[in-house]
């Protein structure tokens, strides 16, 4: 039978949510709201207890999940959450179908995640459509720069400036002190981020401040060990001269630092 006669028949048909969470392309997560587990496109979506909010016209560019407090998905949200959303596909079928015909009906991002009670957490998602309707940023004029650090616009190499396989001696749970090069100055750091692998995936934490081998870390020092191998990347406060002499990159400044300080609409009484 094919989807849409399975889907309008009052008794044949038997219809299967399947959720399909991807954490930077790597690693999967799978849950089906079935009585049993589900083995589709040759991978196993395990039986538990997660449901949605429902999908109908009218209801926009956001989906509410709900799933068990216990799933490995949920624990990822636990403290600090992934330094990369999380993207969530969703599937619906019908489970005696035997040609498999299948819909995909939603695909976006997970936004936030609530500790609704103890034995379940809330998804709060937005569909890759909601993108499109974002309104654009303009670019304003300033001393300093506006782009992101190490992006298209910005263009500085972050892999000619990282310093890689430094180890964490101590931490505090909001700092860690590191073994830094000699030549190293204070602050050389602040702004910038450092970056470690779990499990394959990358993870990433901004530096609020670095005093010689101690790291201010946003958001603490979370899944980090002592012992653990990090890479750390320089930070910019946005000037014309850190952009020069720290990296070398003032012909892709985006600011504009030469703005005379008196404004041509102010009015200036001369006598």
């Known amino acids: 039978m094919s989807w849409n006669q399975f889907e309008y028949s009052t008794n044949d048909g038997r219809p299967v949510t399947l959720y399909e969470f991807i954490h930077s392309g790597q690693k999967f997560y799978r849950y089906t709201n079935a009585d049993r ?27 509410e999940i709900t799933l ?33 015909d299948f819909r995909v009906v939603w695909i976006g991002k997970i936004q936030e995640v609530k500790r609704e009670a103890l034995d379940r957490a809330k998804f709060i998602t937005a569909s890759v459509a909601s993108s499109f309707e974002r309104n654009g940023l303009r670019l304003t004029y300033g001393r300093s720069c506006p782009h992101a650090l190490y992006d298209h616009n910005c263009q500085v190499q972050k892999e000619q400036f990282a310093l890689c396989d430094i180890e964490i001696i101590k931490l505090d749970g909001a700092n860690i002190i590191v073994s830094l090069p000699n030549h190293i100055k204070d602050g050389y750091f602040s702004g910038g981020y450092i970056a470690w692998f779990i499990d ?22 979370h899944d980090l060990k002592t012992g ?16 020069s002499e720290k990296f070398g990159n003032h012909l892709n400044y985006g600011g504009q630092p030469h703005i005379p300080g008196v404004s041509p609409f102010q009015i200036i009484k001369l006598f």
Do not use: W
Request: a positive charge.
């Open 200 to 221: 394959g995936i990358k993870e990433m934490r901004g530096l609020k401040t670095q005093l010689n081998g101690k790291m201010g870390l946003l958001g603490g020092t």
């Open 37 to 63: 587990n589900i083995e589709f496109n040759h991978n196993s979506f395990m039986t538990t207890a997660i449901s949605n909010n429902g999908l109908s016209m009218g209801t926009g560019n956001s989906l």
């Open 228 to 243: 653990m191998k990090i890479t750390v990347y320089p930070g910019c406060d946005r000037t014309i001269k850190t952009c």
């Open 68 to 100: 068990p407090a216990n799933t490995e998905v949920t624990k990822l949200y636990r403290g600090i959450p992934p330094s990369t959303a999380l993207l969530i596909r969703i599937y619906q079928l019908h489970a005696h179908d035997g040609e498999i």
